[in-house]
Structure formats: C-alpha cells, structure tokens
C-alpha cells in the first residue's frame, strides 16, 4: 500500500496585526497623556547702581509685605484691598499729590500687589512714583 504523505504546512506567526495593534495602543497612551507643565517666570529684581537718595521728609512710602499687606508711613492698613488703599492715600493727597510716592516691596509680595498701589496713586493724581532697589550683593 502506498500512503500518501500529509504536507506538512508550514507553521508560521504573522506578526503584522500585532504590529498594529501596538502602534494603536502606542497612538492611545499619546493622545490620552497630558503633556501641561507648569512653568514659572524667574523674576531678577533690579539692583541700583547709584547712590542712595537723600531722606525726603514730606515723601508718602508704601512698604509691601510679602503677604501682600500694606503700610503706609509705617502703618498697617486693615484691608489689602484697593479701596482701603484708596481711601488711605486720599487723605494724604489732600496734602499735595506733588509728594514723592515711594512703593518698596518685597522680594516675594505679588506682582499685583505693586501694580495695585500705582494704579491707584496714578488715579488719585501722584506723578512723582519711586520704586525702591536693593543694592547690587558684594561678590
């Protein structure tokens, strides 16, 4: 008797749908991950390079903390809020809004706390805003 031989195919593994299906779950965790980092502006505060200028007597100075409080002529306002600082300076505008208006703020008190104050001195008439510098570190 003559038997036939069985072919043997050939076994073999296709690997183009697992292919696929990687560069889909690779395409999934893509579009699926958020990709926000938080970045910080580095904020350099200015050095002064001149001479200190001389003590003004009749001179309005707004120190502002680093919680944002404010003082004005070494007392504490009870509000940080704009029309607390308003209703502050008002009363010594009546003195003459020609007064140096000198705004020292600390290093970490918010940008909004200083654009505050001069806003509302620019409102109420005051021309003559300093703002004060640290001097340059020895190095």
Same mark, same amino acid.
């Given at each position: 008797m003559k038997f036939r031989r069985q072919r043997l195919d050939e076994v073999s593994v296709?690997?183009?749908p697992l292919i696929d299906v990687v560069f889909l779950l690779l395409i999934f965790f893509m579009v699926s991950t958020t990709f926000t980092r938080e970045t910080r502006l580095g904020v350099v505060l200015p050095e002064a390079s001149g001479l200190p200028q001389a003590?003004?007597?009749d001179q309005v100075e707004v120190v502002i903390?680093?919680?944002g409080e404010y003082?004005?002529?070494g007392e504490q306002?009870?509000?940080a809020d704009a029309d607390t600082l308003r209703s502050a300076l008002l009363a010594l505008s009546r003195e003459g809004t020609d007064r140096p208006l000198? +705004? *020292?703020a600390d290093a970490d008190s918010s940008h909004q706390s200083v654009v505050?104050?001069?806003d509302v001195a620019g409102q109420l008439g005051f021309v003559n805003i300093t +703002? *004060?510098?640290q001097e340059p570190a020895a190095d």
């Open positions: 296709n690997l183009t003590e003004m007597t903390s680093a919680a003082r004005i002529n306002l009870v509000r000198m +705004i *020292t505050r104050v001069m +703002i *004060t510098t």
